[in-house]
């Protein structure tokens, strides 16, 4: 659960980035919104989680 928040999060902060100082404007953010909730209640939402939570893994084991 940690995971999930913690990408939310960030990817939260990517968006607004984004929105405000990239090409993104708010209809497009919604539009990716949309599709992040359609992909979660899709049949390659499981797919999607465990990719997820490997990477998530790989980069935690990076040792600096």
Known sequence: ????????????V?????IKKGGLNAG?????IL???YLASSS??????QATSRVAEMIGDVKF
Request: proline residues 3%; charged residues 0%.
């Open 1 to 12: 659960m940690a995971v999930s928040i913690s990408a939310v999060v960030l990817l939260a």
């Open 14 to 18: 990517i968006a607004f980035l984004l």
């Open 28 to 32: 497009h953010a919604i539009v990716c």
């Open 35 to 37: 599709l992040g909730f």
């Open 44 to 49: 390659i939402a499981p797919t999607i989680s």
